[in-house]
């Protein structure tokens, strides 16, 4: 596999996603219990720091995009790399200070780093064959199920680090995690865009844009996401309403990161198989039946069970419209499509983690599972329409 350049860019860009994805799950077991903790007076707001972080990550995105096919990939992840710990040193220096507005900061500007990282997927895929692209995007997810491990018992060891500024060393930890995937980036090979290429600026966005596929695969993906993030977010909150401790939190959260990244050694080839419309289908299945799950109780059993089938959902899902995003655009075409694509993405997330926060203070646990159920349901109608729209071209 090493001497395969294609097979060893994906070995090390899955390695980096895990290094990514472990500081991301730590950010979302801890983002909202800092938040409450130096916010008490409104907890209703307690998850708006994931919405700053996710913020980050799509105001970053498009010009990330463009960036790198400046520059190249390697360049550019590495530099999201440096502005990680940047940011991971702001939010440790914001919680020693009790500052809720400067934690904020310190994990928007982490979101710049996730800007650069998410574009890994596509990396992979940059010089992989047709064939193989679905499997190499499904590969680098894969890296995704070691921070299944890593990230909550990073979170749960570091806790107290830098006590009594409780979470202090948690965000200090992060700092070791980009630095290491900047050491590893060294040694990723993608080539740069020849001159050429980076002149030919392909079709019209609004033309790319228009596309079914296109259309299908951007909202699946945002949908994916949204979702996710709308039940994901608060559930440190709920089951702390529910009387649960931080192990049960930190033992949910891996549940759920497994199931997002586990199925990744496999979505590929059943995308290769069967086409991604019916993977996304199955995905949209899968967080129904977790809103189900969370519906019919409050046990630690459900909530490890329904955040399990969330992450599965999302892996379908997601996968699933990664794929078919890599098959409407040229390479000329590819920075601008995809850093939209990943812009409306994180800006889904960002609306959702600001207001699970205060659906879940308000209203309750249940309607933040009832609210999943009309974004799955544009994804579904916009994918039956696809496939009956190409059904008659074809007929």
Known sequence: MLNDPVKRNVLLLAVCQALYISGTTLM??????VGKMLLPEDPGWATAPLFFHHGGVMSATI???LLMRRIGRRPGFML???IGCVGALIAVEAIYQLSYWGFCLGVFVIGWFNGFAIFYRFAAADT???EFRPKAISLVLAGGLLAAIIGPELAKHTLDWLAPAFYAGSYLSLVGLYALSFCILAFVRIPTLSAEERRDTGRPLLEILRQPACIVAILAAAASYATMSLVMSPTPLAMEACGF???DTFTVMQAHVVGMYLPAFFTGHLVSRFGARPIIL??????AVCAAVNLSGVELMHFAVALFLNGVGWNFMFVG?????????TPAERAKLQGVNDFVVFGSIAVSSLFSGRIHHDLGWDWINIGILPMIAVSLLATLVFASSNRQRTA
């Open 63 to 65: 010009p990330a995009s």
């Open 282 to 287: 199955t995905g949209i299945a899968l967080i």
């Open 80 to 82: 999201g790399a440096m």
């Open 321 to 329: 419209s990664s794929s078919l995003l890599t098959e409407v655009h």
């Open 28 to 33: 979302i077991v801890t983002a909202p219990l």
């Open 245 to 247: 401790g931080t192990d």
């Open 128 to 130: 992989a064959t047709p």
